[in-house]
């Protein structure tokens, strides 16, 4: 036994002392009983302080357990891992009677596949493991934790050492500290014959126009071979390389220039004839050029100009796109200060592509404008999309504004093919999601109906009050799948049948069919007819582009409602609630009107007045955002907001000559736009921050440095660095001095994608100026490496007293220092503390008759023997002498004394004779007449 701190033991001396003191001046205490309590006293302290001093039990250990890591990365290949694996099954099927084994598998992440036990074979192994990336060092760690008590330790690690996340040297270090020696066999030892890789391609992060640059791209060969490097630029190709690589790590410069401004991005491709993996063949840079503000629209009609024209005239550099031509990467929004959004349907937009405007805006800076239409806002279908949380106008209307009261039946297919899974998610539960964006979007005075439609039709949720939206929304939920097709006329009739029922203003019904399985269409426009004399309004929603398209255009044109073909089911909730919110007549204000304008907007800087318009969409102010043009209903008609790093701005009515047709002619028309397009755009710095990143082993390095413009260092507490994430996330980064106006750091950067890194500096305006870079990560950095790492492999073998392997055999030797289980004994010790307190007290508080206590208990624990015929001889022997005495001292004769014989043969005593005839009374008369005497006397 040993103790963890001896120290306490010490305790013992001050309490001997104070036990000795303490005895010589207690009184009024029996002298066992004094004895008993100050010994329990010095026992129970004597307990707490050994415990205090941290005992432990030490067992040598007894056989051996060794655990294996396999590395299952990519980067090694097949034929390694038959290896590796034939390497651990035959360690395995030699371990001893006492030892055990365990394996540990690696990539990305770590996982045990056989935990440490008696398994005298691998096996085959089952856990599934990310092999995109190597991480030895969550591997060591989890072997360190997977030991069990009472066997020798060992680790064995099977890999080529090209680890890409992760400190091995550090875990290594731990292992060491405790004792665990670290073994390697290296993997990888066969170089793969012309195998090159793009290691990276480097760019200055900002540049001035036309002002003259260098592509540096790294590329690693195993061989000397000849190749070609494919330059891109945005996309588009503009050079080709011939190279000719050299054994090892080599660089080529390509120089360039580049006179547009904005955010761009190079791409180099390798190729060449001899090499075997082409995944690592692609390296990514950007380069941002500044210069005046760079403006991209997007609208559904490319040939309308009238807000392009103004942008124009104004000196802004503006790209126009249409539908389709949304960004869908990151990186490519990066080009533009602002991006403007004209009267253009959010059916246009991926889900994906709008997280990327939201993340452009809210991440870095870029500028963000909707101007509105009937293809905008409320009308356009953006309720409940991540551009709705961008604008600085609230788009759910109905819930404070008085609209006419509406009755909506929506009726989904339910047929087989609503099973089908997109993005993951079944069709059917993208129909459920879209009526459940639809409640939420109408008032509590309005009533919804949802039904599924194929054999028959199932009322999920009845035609209802929506006074308690999370009851029907928790009833759409169960929407579930039929059978067969879906059948409209039975669908029409029925729908007629429930909303000749509803007594409301505006009674609407939303058909969602398949457009390659409608059947059943003989009647159904005849209904919708009927029905839209009766003013109930049809719209059709087509799943896809098929056969029945036409009917169901038919349909609605007939019903008085629209359609609209879905050709994702992911954007179903935006087209039903835009149709729901343009039938229920609560999306667009017509009628002229004069906007009311409020002071001391920097938009409306030098405009005094502005004309009529004709018409606007509906929407509601948000708590924080400026307004500086109202309707004259008080609806917002120009807001403004700031959205994490950017600027944002809603102008509800349009810039066309459909409702402001006043507009275009107006002297000021090109000013208001112009001003409204430099107030959102993004801020450049003033060269205050020069801002470098780089990637190195999954960490992103961001260096900031911060100096005036006569090179005094500044500092940089009030920057604020963003990062945009490839999966539309963001993050922001804490900077930390490392030398005056030297600021760095870091965050983790293992996902695949672009990394967009922002860094915002307050203005004087109390605005943001930032400044953007990032990097790429075009291929996981497993496929990067060619060769196995041996000095790393070899450094944890030295640091922990392992060695390389080369025998199967080896990794069972017995360790250096085989250790000792140990247990700590102070819980016990502490058990028998609590169970000694109550006696402590008990005898110092209660003076009980210990000794009688004690013999009472003795006798009674003391083993029985049986009386004998000795005993009972005994006692009526001594009845006779107490009978003679009393007969002697009454003056009378002496009674004949009875004499018992024994029988030794036989164990039971033979019975006593009875008395004579002349004896004066039986025993027990005698005795009661000398009682009776004695008495009298």
Same mark, same amino acid.
């Given at each position: 036994?040993?103790?963890?701190?001896?120290?306490?033991?010490?305790?013992? *001396?001050? =309490?001997?002392?104070?036990?000795?003191?303490?005895?010589?001046?207690?009184?009024?205490?029996?002298?066992?009983?004094?004895?008993?309590?100050?010994?329990?006293?010095?026992?129970?302290?004597?307990?707490?302080?050994?415990?205090?001093?941290?005992?432990?039990?030490?067992? $040598?250990?007894?056989?051996?357990?060794?655990?294996?890591?396999?590395?299952?990365?990519?980067?090694?290949?097949?034929?390694?891992?038959?290896?590796?694996?034939?390497?651990?099954?035959?360690?395995?099927?030699?371990?001893?009677?006492?030892?055990?084994?365990?394996?540990?598998?690696?990539?990305?992440?770590?996982?045990?596949?056989?935990?440490?036990?008696?398994?005298?074979?691998?096996?085959?192994?089952?856990?599934?493991?990310?092999?995109?990336?190597?991480?030895?060092?969550?591997?060591?760690?989890?072997?360190?934790?997977?030991?069990?008590?009472?066997?020798?330790?060992?680790?064995?690690?099977?890999? &080529?050492?090209?680890?890409?996340?992760?400190?091995?040297?550090?875990?290594?270090?731990?292992?060491?500290?405790?004792?665990?020696?670290?073994?390697?066999?290296?993997?990888?030892?066969?170089?793969?014959?012309?195998?090159?890789?793009?290691?990276?391609?480097?760019? $200055?992060?900002?540049?001035?126009?036309? #002002?003259?640059?260098?592509?540096?791209?790294?590329?690693?060969?195993? /061989?000397?071979?000849?190749?070609?490097?494919?330059?891109?630029?945005?996309?588009?190709?503009?050079?080709?390389?011939?190279?000719?690589?050299?054994?090892?790590?080599?660089?080529?410069?390509?120089? &360039?220039?580049?006179?547009?401004?904005?955010?761009?991005?190079?791409?180099?491709?390798?190729?060449?004839?001899?090499?075997?993996?082409?995944?690592?063949?692609?390296?990514?840079?950007?380069?941002?050029?500044?210069?005046?503000?760079?403006?991209?629209?997007?609208?559904?009609? $490319?040939?309308?100009?009238?807000? *392009?024209?103004?942008?124009?005239?104004?000196?802004?550099?503006?790209?126009?796109?249409?539908?389709?031509?949304?960004?869908?990467?990151? +990186?490519?929004?990066?080009?533009?200060?602002?991006?403007?959004?004209?009267?253009?349907?959010?059916?246009?937009?991926? /889900?994906?592509?709008?997280?990327?405007?939201?993340?452009?805006?809210?991440?870095?800076?870029?500028?963000?404008?909707?101007?509105?239409?009937?293809?905008?806002?409320?009308?356009?279908?953006?309720?409940?999309?991540? !551009?709705? +949380?961008?604008?600085?106008?609230?788009?759910? !209307?109905?819930?404070?504004?008085?609209?006419?009261?509406?009755?909506?039946?929506?009726?989904?297919?339910?047929?087989?093919?609503?099973?089908?899974?997109?993005?993951?998610?079944?069709?059917?539960?993208?129909?459920?999601?879209?009526?459940?964006?639809?409640?939420?979007?109408?008032?509590?005075?309005?009533?919804?109906?949802?039904?599924?439609?194929?054999?028959?039709?199932?009322?999920?949720?009845?035609?209802?009050?929506?006074?308690?939206?999370?009851? /029907?929304?928790?009833?759409?939920?169960?929407?579930?799948?039929?059978?067969?097709?879906?059948?409209?006329?039975?669908?029409?009739?029925?729908?007629?049948?429930?909303?000749?029922?509803?007594?409301?203003?505006?009674?609407?019904?939303?058909?969602?069919?398949?457009?390659?399985?409608?059947?059943?269409?003989?009647?159904?426009?005849? !209904?919708?007819?009927?029905?839209?004399?009766?003013?109930?309004?049809?719209?059709?929603?087509?799943?896809?582009?098929?056969?029945?398209?036409?009917?169901?255009?038919?349909?609605?044109?007939?019903?008085?409602?629209?359609?609209?073909?879905?050709?994702?089911?992911? %954007?179903?909730?935006?087209?039903?609630?835009?149709?729901?919110?343009?039938?229920?007549?609560?999306?667009?204000?017509?009628?002229?009107?004069?906007?009311?304008?409020?002071?001391? +907007?920097?938009?409306?800087?030098?405009?005094?007045?502005?004309?009529?318009?004709?018409?606007?969409?509906?929407?509601?102010?948000?708590?924080?955002?400026?307004?500086?043009?109202?309707?004259?209903?008080?609806?917002?008609?120009?807001?403004?907001?700031?959205?994490?790093?950017?600027?944002?701005?809603?102008?509800?009515?349009?810039?066309?000559?459909?409702?402001?047709?006043?507009?275009?002619?107006?002297?000021?028309?090109?000013?208001?736009?112009? %001003?409204?397009?430099?107030?959102?755009?993004?801020?450049?710095?003033?060269?205050?921050?020069?801002?470098?990143?780089?990637?190195?082993?999954?960490?992103?390095?961001?260096?900031?440095?911060?100096?005036?413009?006569?090179?005094?260092?500044?500092?940089?507490?009030?920057?604020?660095?963003?990062?945009?994430?490839?999966?539309?996330?963001?993050?922001?980064?804490? =900077?930390?001095?490392?030398?005056?106006?030297?600021?760095?750091?870091?965050?983790?950067?293992?996902?695949?994608?672009?990394?967009?890194?922002?860094?915002?500096?307050?203005?004087?305006?109390?605005?943001?100026?930032?400044?953007?870079?990032?990097?790429?990560?075009?291929?996981?950095?497993?496929?990067?490496?060619?060769?196995?790492?041996?000095?790393?492999?070899?450094?944890?073998?030295?640091?922990?007293?392992?060695?390389?392997?080369?025998?199967?055999?080896?990794?069972?030797?017995? /360790?250096?220092?085989?250790?000792?289980?140990?247990?700590?004994?102070?819980?016990?010790?502490?058990?028998?503390?609590?169970?000694?307190?109550?006696?402590?007290?008990?005898?110092?508080? *209660?003076?009980? $008759?210990?000794?009688?206590?004690?013999?009472?208990?003795?006798?009674?624990?003391?083993? #029985?023997?049986?009386?004998?015929?000795?005993?009972?001889?005994?006692?009526?022997?001594?009845?006779? #002498?107490?009978?003679?005495?009393?007969?002697?001292?009454?003056?009378?004769?002496?009674?004949?004394?009875?004499?018992?014989?024994?029988?030794?043969?036989?164990?039971?005593?033979?019975?006593?004779?009875?008395?004579?005839?002349?004896?004066?009374?039986?025993?027990?008369?005698?005795?009661?007449?000398?009682?009776?005497?004695?008495?009298?006397?």
């Amino acid at each position: 036994m040993r103790f963890t701190n001896p120290a306490y033991l010490l305790l013992f *001396l001050p =309490l001997i002392v104070g036990l000795v003191y303490s005895f010589r001046h207690v009184h009024g205490m029996a002298k066992a009983r004094k004895r008993l309590a100050f010994g329990a006293r010095f026992l129970l302290a004597g307990l707490l302080i050994t415990a205090l001093a941290g005992p432990e039990a030490r067992r $040598p250990n007894e056989g051996l357990c060794t655990i294996f890591l396999l590395d299952r990365s990519d980067s090694v290949a097949d034929a390694d891992n038959k290896r590796a694996k034939e390497f651990i099954d035959q360690a395995m099927r030699s371990l001893g009677p006492n030892d055990m084994a365990g394996v540990v598998t690696f990539g990305k992440n770590a996982m045990v596949d056989a935990a440490p036990g008696g398994r005298r074979e691998l096996g085959q192994v089952l856990s599934e493991v990310d092999g995109s990336a190597s991480d030895l060092a969550a591997a060591i760690r989890l072997a360190t934790a997977s030991f069990p008590d009472g066997k020798s330790r060992r680790i064995v690690v099977l890999s &080529d050492g090209n680890e890409t996340a992760g400190d091995a040297s550090e875990a290594a270090q731990v292992a060491a500290t405790d004792g665990i020696p670290i073994d390697h066999v290296p993997l990888g030892l066969e170089e793969r014959r012309g195998e090159a890789s793009v290691v990276s391609l480097e760019a $200055p992060d900002e540049i001035r126009a036309s #002002q003259p640059f260098d592509l540096r791209v790294l590329v690693d060969s195993t /061989v000397e071979q000849i190749g070609s490097l494919d330059i891109d630029r945005n996309g588009v190709l503009i050079k080709k390389v011939p190279i000719r690589l050299n054994p090892g790590r080599n660089a080529i410069v390509i120089p &360039d220039t580049l006179k547009d401004t904005g955010f761009h991005r190079y791409r180099a491709t390798l190729r060449t004839q001899n090499d075997r993996d082409n995944r690592n063949n692609v390296g990514l840079g950007f380069v941002a050029v500044r210069g005046k503000p760079r403006i991209l629209v997007l609208q559904q009609k $490319p040939s309308e100009t009238s807000l *392009l024209s103004a942008l124009r005239k104004s000196g802004l550099d503006v790209e126009l796109g249409g539908p389709g031509s949304a960004p869908t990467k990151p +990186e490519e929004l990066q080009a533009y200060d602002a991006v403007f959004l004209n009267d253009i349907n959010a059916d246009t937009f991926r /889900v994906a592509q709008m997280k990327i405007i939201q993340a452009a805006v809210r991440d870095s800076g870029v500028g963000f404008a909707m101007v509105g239409g009937e293809n905008s806002f409320l009308p356009g279908g953006y309720y409940g999309t991540p !551009i709705a +949380e961008v604008l600085p106008v609230d788009l759910n !209307i109905r819930q404070r504004k008085t609209f006419p009261s509406t009755s909506i039946l929506i009726m989904a297919d339910a047929s087989g093919s609503m099973g089908m899974v997109e993005d993951g998610v079944m069709k059917i539960r993208l129909a459920a999601n879209a009526a459940e964006e639809t409640v939420k979007l109408l008032s509590p005075m309005d009533r919804v109906g949802v039904a599924g439609s194929s054999d028959g039709i199932e009322f999920v949720a009845p035609m209802q009050k929506l006074t308690d939206k999370a009851a /029907v929304i928790a009833q759409i939920r169960k929407l579930g799948l039929g059978g067969g097709g879906i059948y409209v006329r039975p669908s029409m009739a029925r729908a007629e049948q429930e909303l000749n029922k509803e007594k409301t203003q505006v009674r609407h019904f939303i058909l969602l069919a398949d457009g390659n399985d409608a059947d059943s269409h003989e009647g159904s426009v005849e !209904i919708a007819l009927r029905m839209r004399v009766n003013k109930i309004t049809t719209s059709v929603v087509s799943i896809g582009d098929g056969k029945d398209v036409g009917f169901l255009k038919t349909l609605a044109a007939a019903g008085g409602g629209r359609f609209y073909l879905a050709k994702k089911a992911s %954007q179903l909730p935006a087209i039903f609630t835009q149709d729901a919110a343009i039938m229920s007549r609560s999306a667009i204000e017509e009628g002229a009107f004069l906007p009311k304008m409020v002071m001391g +907007e920097e938009i409306l800087r030098g405009i005094d007045g502005v004309p009529p318009l004709l018409a606007y969409c509906l929407t509601d102010t948000r708590p924080l955002s400026r307004v500086g043009m109202r309707t004259h209903k008080d609806d917002p008609l120009l807001a403004t907001w700031q959205y994490g790093l950017g600027t944002s701005l809603a102008f509800t009515s349009d810039a066309q000559a459909r409702w402001a047709s006043r507009w275009i002619g107006w002297p000021g028309f090109d000013a208001f736009w112009s %001003q409204a397009a430099r107030s959102v755009s993004r801020r450049a710095t003033l060269n205050d921050y020069q801002v470098a990143v780089r990637n190195e082993g999954g960490k992103g390095q961001v260096e900031v440095k911060a100096f005036d413009r006569l090179g005094n260092p500044m500092t940089a507490t009030n920057a604020k660095v963003r990062i945009a994430t490839p999966d539309g996330g963001s993050r922001e980064v804490g =900077l930390a001095q490392q030398a005056p106006g030297v600021y760095t750091g870091s965050f983790e950067s293992t996902a695949l994608g672009s990394y967009i890194v922002t860094v915002a500096e307050p203005d004087p305006q109390g605005g943001q100026r930032v400044t953007a870079s990032g990097f790429s990560i075009p291929y996981p950095p497993e496929y990067r490496t060619t060769r196995a790492n041996r000095p790393l492999l070899q450094r944890l073998s030295s640091v922990t007293g392992g060695a390389e392997l080369a025998k199967p055999l080896d990794a069972l030797r017995p /360790v250096p220092n085989p250790g000792a289980s140990i247990t700590e004994l102070w819980p016990l010790l502490v058990f028998l503390a609590a169970l000694l307190l109550p006696v402590d007290v008990g005898v110092r508080r *209660l003076a009980l $008759p210990l000794g009688e206590i004690l013999a009472k208990l003795w006798a009674r624990l003391r083993p #029985q023997r049986a009386p004998t015929v000795a005993t009972q001889v005994e006692v009526v022997g001594r009845l006779q #002498q107490a009978k003679r005495r009393a007969s002697t001292e009454a003056g009378g004769e002496p009674a004949t004394p009875v004499v018992v014989e024994r029988t030794p043969e036989r164990p039971a005593p033979a019975p006593a004779p009875r008395p004579t005839a002349g004896a004066t009374g039986s025993t027990a008369k005698g005795l009661l007449d000398a009682k009776k005497k004695r008495r009298e006397d």
